[in-house]
């Protein structure tokens, strides 16, 4: 592993090679460590910054291999599994020199967070499953297919309506990065709470929004299914389980489920945002993340 001469914890962006692969990260904030993972897969990392928790916490926001401005995988855009990422999470958390970290997951992140929490416990104080769930697969699928139902009907008479259920239907087709920006962009309006009605707070996300096609499949094309409810009882750090109401996609059945199957955990529902609550519910959200990484867990020094 070779790393840059800065300190890495400096504020600002960093680069630092693992198995021969650059992984970039960027640091903001200040407090104790949390390490942000980004979803997706595939999806840059801007989207998750978090300034208000920033003023309480040292955010490491990775650019998760394969996106954005990290290196690829030589089976790009296959290969990117949760042990691949793990790895790659173990390696970073070592350059930056603490003995633990708090680790916050979103959306597909999240799967990687208690993946990594499962797996090197030694170097996690806590996790946050910010809109995750125990499983991927058929089972979750009917899950998002009957919120976005609920969605549609919701906004039957939106003439913005049909571009997003298109959006979603385009997912199975997607091939490369202009392609899996354009349907994560056709997908936002479904991803808020209340997306239309506060257009003007969400657009520049929309727009600005980037994003890189992972397959979703292993080095030997196998796809990767998730099930980790046989294993999260066996969880042994802190947890937060954080949700929006409005979650289509990884909701509150999930998020009551993670915190039904983890020991000790904590859930928090934000009642008013869907999948993006530092975004939707910045104060509340940054209120309960702060509160959970003060609160006693092991330390970070």
Known sequence: MTTSATSPLATGTHTVEIDGVVQ?????????????????????????????????????YPEPIGTGTSGHLPSHPHGYTRTRYSRFLEALIEHLGVSTVHLLGHSHGGFVAQYHALHHPEQVAGIVLYESAPLTGPEHGAEAMRQVELFAAQHADHPELP?????????????????MTAVARGLIPAYFADYWGR?????PL?????????????????????????DLGSLT???LVLVGRHDV???????????????????LILEKSGHFGHIEEP??????????????????A
């Open 24 to 60: 970039r990260y960027h640091v903001h904030g200040t407090g104790p460590v949390c390490v942000a993972h980004s979803g997706g897969p595939g999806i840059d990392w801007e989207y998750l910054r978090m300034p208000v928790l920033e003023q309480h916490l040292t955010i490491v």
């Open 249 to 267: 996609i990884c909701g509150v059945r999930w998020a009551e489920e993670l915190h039904r199957l983890i020991p000790g955990s904590e859930l």
């Open 199 to 203: 257009e003007g707070e969400f657009a």
């Open 283 to 300: 104060e509340a959200f940054a209120q309960a993340v702060t509160r959970f990484v003060t609160s006693g867990a092991r330390g970070t």
């Open 237 to 239: 750090v802190p947890a």
């Open 206 to 230: 929309r727009s600005s929004l980037r994003a890189t096609h992972i397959s979703g499949l292993d080095e030997t094309l196998s796809p990767q299914v998730i099930d980790d409810r046989g």
């Open 163 to 179: 571009a997003v259920l298109a959006a979603f239907q385009a997912i199975a087709t997607i091939s490369d990065d202009a392609q």
